[in-house]
């Protein structure tokens, strides 16, 4: 998709333990043929090499940073505090609190340094939404969304004539029976 081969996007998290949720987002890159790195980079454990990361990272060519964690999760705010890139949040669910905990400690930014925050283990959806920023500049790739969206809408038509059939035996359009 692009002549640059290194990473266009960072996928960082707070520890290994996100990767079950977070690789959805690789996933997704995966499925554009999106260059990524994935690292573990947290603010409490390990902050000079996650201020390192974030101030280094467009210098290396990155063009996104997804940025997942869970429970008091600093990661991605911190990130956009020391990087001139868009910076993703992804809500890590843990054990307790449901994952309420993750969405409010990234959603709520203070003025000034913008996280874009999906929903609680949305990293499909991160991942989607990188795309579309590397896109934003990249006809061919903008393209393929276009294509994966006609394609979603395909299968949602289809889920509607199935469920109609199933319901009914009609395939009026609509809410009708
Ligand atoms: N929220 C953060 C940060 C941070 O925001 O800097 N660093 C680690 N963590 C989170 O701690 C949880 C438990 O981590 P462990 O499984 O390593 O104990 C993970 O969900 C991680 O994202």
Redesign the pocket.
């Known amino acids: 998709m692009t002549s640059n081969t290194g990473p266009l996007v960072g996928i960082a ?3 290994d ?2 990767w079950s949720v977070m690789e959805a987002a690789a996933q997704a890159l995966d499925e554009f043929e999106v260059p990524y790195e994935v690292n573990v980079l ?4 390990m902050p000079r090499e996650m201020i390192g990361y974030g101030e280094q990272a467009h210098q290396r060519g990155l063009k996104a940073i997804i940025a ?8 991605p705010g911190m990130l956009a505090s020391v990087t001139p890139l868009p910076v993703i949040g992804v809500p ?1 669910p ?1 054990r307790y609190l449901d994952g309420m905990d993750s969405l409010l400690s990234i959603v709520q930014m203070p003025a000034g340094v913008p996280v874009a925050t999906v929903s609680v283990a949305g990293a499909r959806n991160a991942g989607l939404l990188a795309v579309r920023m590397i896109a934003a500049f990249d006809p061919e790739l903008t393209e393929r969304m276009t294509e994966f969206q006609a394609e979603l809408n395909t299968q949602a038509t289809e889920k509607g004539r199935k469920l109609r059939a199933k319901v009914a035996g009609s395939s009026s359009f609509g809410f009708s029976k």
């Open positions: 998290m707070g520890s333990s996100d947290s603010a409490h454990r997942g964690a869970g429970g008091a999760a600093h990661l890590v843990l």
